[in-house]
């Protein structure tokens, strides 16, 4: 699941629709709410961000916030390391091979650390 995903799966759940109800209302399939909430879709357009956060009257940061988790959400991430040093080229590798056995603490850790900048 994505950023953008579980944030939405969480407004829908909030309001207590159903995933059909959403995309009817939203004019796009079921499938492609369901895939785009379990990060089998790529991020979504800009124009469906703005569409969900006025479906739920989403406004001002919480809006920002919604469109920074979907920019954040594409499930299938390339990282181009040319032009940069060995060990940069290494941390994307080792990362790539590690990520799915990261705990969720430690990836709070990475995240937090990487907010620090």
Not at 83 to 111: F, W
Request: glycine letters at 6%; hydrophobic letters at 45%; charged letters at 30%.
């Amino acid at each position: 699941m994505t950023p953008f995903g579980a944030k939405i799966r969480e407004l829908r759940a909030k309001r207590g629709l159903a995933l059909k109800e959403m995309a009817a209302d939203l004019h796009i399939s079921a499938a492609y709410l369901s895939a785009l909430e379990h990060g089998r879709r790529g991020r979504p357009t800009p124009g469906l961000v703005k569409q969900i956060c006025a479906y739920f009257n989403i406004i001002w940061d919480e809006a920002e916030e919604i469109e920074r988790l979907a920019a954040l959400s594409h499930p299938r991430v390339t990282i181009d390391t040319g032009g940069l040093s060995p060990a940069h080229t290494e941390l994307a590798n080792r990362l790539a091979e590690r990520i799915g056995a990261l705990d969720d603490e430690t990836v709070a850790r990475m995240l937090s650390a990487m907010d620090e900048d």
